[in-house]
């Protein structure tokens, strides 16, 4: 595994665009939503939370969802001939997921710090961007999971919607309290709500119990997901 996982951070690596519209993509909507909302009174800091969740989770979806490729072109039963196990494979898969998912939460932290002036003592600043990623991981599991259900040719389409169900319902980019009552109690189901909470919360000096209860909410998310992925990847592995 260790082999393959090298192989997999060295492949992702490579590929200067992805991660470059990785970081690309959240810093330029973090610096077109900056000035607007600030203006309306929100803190550069809370702007800052929830669009570097957005990239972290966009990265991480993007990584894993690319397994449906992989698939479509006979990869992973490639792999299945070798001695690499399907739970090996699906660990690489999710930590470089969470690897790509590191650089737009630092990248959009070091632009709200420089260009917003947001001044975090080193213990917030850590908290910010860890606290950010570590949340990260239900969305490399969901990617994973995308990835085993969709095709190359449908993909992008399922993956377009996930991502803006889970960035707009999940109050990534607006303030849930302004939704309506039925829509808030839907928001509050996503794992995308609860990374939100990590990355506002850390970002403001929130309640140390709202970050905990965040925590265990993506925790369990994490748990379920990666369940849901090992029990579709043996039925997928069972049928080839």
């Given at each position: 595994?260790?082999?393959?996982?090298?192989?997999?951070?060295?492949?992702?690596?490579?590929?200067?665009?992805?991660?470059?519209?990785?970081?690309?993509?959240?810093?330029?909507?973090?610096?077109?939503?900056?000035?607007?909302?600030?203006?309306?009174?929100?803190p550069a800091s809370y702007v800052?939370?929830?669009?570097?969740?957005?990239?972290?989770?966009?990265?991480?979806?993007?990584?894993?969802?690319?397994?449906?490729?992989?698939?479509?072109?006979?990869?992973?039963?490639?792999?299945?001939?070798?001695?690499?196990?399907?739970?090996?494979?699906?660990?690489?898969?999710?930590?470089?997921?969470?690897?790509?998912?590191?650089?737009?939460?630092?990248?959009?932290?070091?632009?709200?710090?420089?260009?917003?002036?947001?001044?975090?003592?080193?213990?917030?600043?850590?908290?910010?961007?860890?606290?950010?990623?570590?949340?990260?991981?239900?969305?490399?599991?969901?990617?994973l999971l995308l990835g085993q259900?969709?095709?190359?040719?449908?993909?992008?389409?399922?993956?377009?919607?996930?991502?803006?169900?889970?960035?707009?319902?999940?109050?990534?980019?607006?303030?849930?309290?302004?939704?309506?009552?039925?829509?808030?109690?839907?928001?509050?189901?996503?794992?995308?709500?609860?990374?939100?909470?990590?990355?506002?919360?850390?970002?403001?000096?929130?309640?140390?119990?709202?970050?905990?209860?965040?925590?265990?909410?993506?925790?369990?998310?994490?748990?379920?997901?990666?369940?849901?992925?090992?029990?579709?990847?043996?039925?997928?592995?069972?049928?080839?």
């Amino acid at each position: 595994m260790t082999g393959y996982l090298t192989f997999e951070i060295r492949r992702t690596l490579r590929d200067a665009k992805f991660l470059l519209f990785a970081v690309a993509l959240p810093v330029g909507l973090y610096l077109l939503m900056a000035d607007r909302f600030i203006d309306q009174g929100a803190p550069a800091s809370y702007v800052m939370g929830g669009v570097a969740a957005f990239g972290a989770m966009k990265a991480a979806l993007d990584v894993g969802a690319r397994t449906a490729v992989e698939r479509g072109i006979g990869w992973q039963r490639q792999l299945r001939l070798t001695p690499l196990s399907g739970s090996g494979y699906l660990l690489a898969k999710a930590s470089v997921a969470m690897v790509v998912a590191l650089p737009p939460v630092a990248g959009v932290s070091l632009v709200a710090g420089l260009v917003s002036g947001v001044h975090l003592s080193a213990a917030g600043w850590a908290a910010a961007v860890l606290g950010v990623w570590a949340g990260t991981v239900p969305f490399a599991l969901l990617g994973l999971l995308l990835g085993q259900f969709a095709t190359a040719q449908n993909l992008q389409a399922y993956q377009g919607a996930v991502v803006l169900v889970l960035s707009f319902i999940g109050g990534l980019f607006i303030p849930v309290s302004t939704f309506p009552q039925a829509l808030a109690a839907v928001a509050k189901v996503l794992p995308s709500y609860w990374l939100a909470q990590v990355g506002h919360a850390t970002a403001l000096g929130g309640g140390g119990a709202d970050r905990w209860q965040a925590a265990l909410v993506l925790a369990l998310y994490a748990l379920v997901l990666g369940a849901a992925v090992a029990i579709r990847y043996r039925r997928d592995t069972a049928r080839a």
